[in-house]
């Protein structure tokens, strides 16, 4: 939210399969340059004036401990997507046809 314009959007999707739930955030904010986005999962790395550099890292470790994974995309002036992808607790199994 602190990436965008007060005109920006935030979706927030969520959708599953057989092995995943995934839950997507996606906002029109100002995007993360590719520089940025190496490092944003580093301890301490921040571009905010108030930020302590830890909430991404902290995310990170929270989605691993639960055997999931991170995934970010993001383009300069263009915005943000992460994605949370966590494995399904009771998968169903797919049997093939005869």
Do not use: N
């Amino acid at each position: 939210m602190e990436a965008m314009q007060p005109e920006g959007k935030l979706r927030v999707l969520a959708r599953s399969d057989d092995e995943f739930v995934y839950m997507q955030f996606i906002d029109t904010g100002s995007g993360i340059s590719e520089d940025e986005l190496s490092r944003i999962l580093q301890p301490y790395y921040t571009t905010k004036k108030e930020g302590h550099g830890l909430g991404m890292m902290i995310v990170q470790r929270i989605i691993r401990e639960h055997g999931g994974q991170l995934g970010i995309e993001s383009r300069k002036g263009e915005g943000t997507a992460i994605t949370l992808q966590f494995t399904q607790q009771h998968r169903r199994t797919r049997l093939l046809e005869a």
